[in-house]
């Protein structure tokens, strides 16, 4: 689950932004929940911990920026996206809150989809997600199942591959496997910015679950060995290497 907080003085700018960040959140295979508060101090009130925070520098009475200061300091992980129609806040709330972003009112959709999209590809982001699947299928206790949504964690997801006879998707998991039907274009979209990377056709792995790469096979730690094209293999080292680096960070 990835918890959002908007947190503005403005109520019609919270409700934009929200449908703003339903539109954008709905094209990913993650539980989301969005919390919306009209004062810092409410916001600071709140038990929750939030992945991203959508926080008006400008608002009654209070400075978004002090605001912003105890965010950090109660979660140093939570991303904090400024917005303001005030431009000569930036540097001040990027140089004293460790910013994750700054955006100018009135917000537009694209601008926020780059940065939910930049949040995606940042790995610290993708740790407690889960994925949304529809129409699952799976054995359990002996018997066969199919559940309408089945929610996976993200980290437990090992590589997805498509099952050419079936016309299915194999989710392999550390858990078990299971079938599901979907285009594996949209899959590749849907899951690559949560750290995933088509190693050879029909196979999309989990970049955490690699150990390494050995001539054209990628290694998992989970004892399993996945086929790497050859023609991949430039674009895989590239992405296991930024993936890395982006993990250390």
Known sequence: MINIAICDDEKKDIAQLKTILQEVMGKYAVNYDIQEYESGESLLRAEALFHLVFLDIVMDGEDGIEIGKHIHRKHRDAKII?????????????????????????????????QIREFFEDSKGTQELSADFHNVRCRIDGKDM????????????????????????????????????????????????????????????????????????????????????????????????????????
């Open 82 to 114: 400024y917005q303001t129609n005030f431009g000569q806040y930036c540097k001040e709330a990027m140089n004293r809150t460790h910013a994750f972003a700054f955006l100018e009112k009135p917000l537009k959709a694209p601008a926020v989809e780059e």
């Open 146 to 249: 199919v559940r309408s949504v089945m929610s996976i964690p993200v980290r437990e997801i090992v590589y997805f591959e498509y099952v050419k006879m079936q016309k299915d998707i194999k989710i392999v998991t550390t858990a078990g496997e299971y079938l599901y039907t979907e285009a594996m274009s949209g899959l590749e979209k849907r899951m690559k910015p949560l750290g995933f990377e088509v190693c050879c056709r029909g196979i999309l792995v989990n970049m955490e679950h690699v150990l390494r790469i050995k001539m054209y096979d990628v290694l998992l730690d989970t004892g399993k060995k996945v086929p790497l094209s050859q023609r991949r293999v430039k674009k895989f080292r590239e992405r296991i290497n930024e993936y890395l680096h982006d993990s250390f960070r």
